[in-house]
Nanobody
Framework: QVQLVESGGGLVQAGGSLRLSCAASGRTFSNYVMGWFRQTPGKARESVAV????????FTSDSVKGRFTISRDNAKNTVYLQMNNLKPEDTAVYYCAASRLFDFRTYAYDSWGQGTQVTVSS
């Protein structure tokens, strides 16, 4: 299990951009698959993007494909979510999470950050 802390959320106008960061503890960060998820009130968390330990394989959900990019810097124990062309429907609490396997499903993730709010105004 690793400790995760998200940052970078905030209020942005539609069409704008934000970059979320997730800082992880531990020396074995590169062994973990990392994912970004989001959740709105009354709805289950949904996968946004996933990246393999090496960064060589990624998954992005259809709703954000072409707009969001997941990346990682293992030397800094950090995973990023670059969000471009934001839409009001992207408004949610965004969470990063760590897994031992490449998966987009929430049950596969062992550790979760506290979340960071992203609000996109129209």
């Amino acid at each position: 299990q690793v400790q995760l802390v998200e940052s970078g959320g905030g209020l942005v106008q539609a069409g704008g951009s934000l970059r979320l960061s997730c800082a992880a503890s531990g020396r074995t960060f590169s062994n973990y698959v990392m994912g970004w998820f989001r959740q709105t009130p009354g709805k289950a968390r949904e996968s946004v993007a996933v990246i393999s330990g090496s960064g060589g394989r990624t998954f992005t959900s259809d709703s954000v494909k072409g707009r969001f990019t997941i990346s990682r810097d293992n030397a800094k124990n950090t995973v990023y979510l670059q969000m471009n062309n934001l839409k009001p429907e992207d408004t949610a609490v965004y969470y990063c999470a760590a897994s031992r396997l490449f998966d987009f499903r929430t049950y596969a993730y062992d550790s979760w950050g506290q979340g960071t709010q992203v609000t996109v105004s129209s």
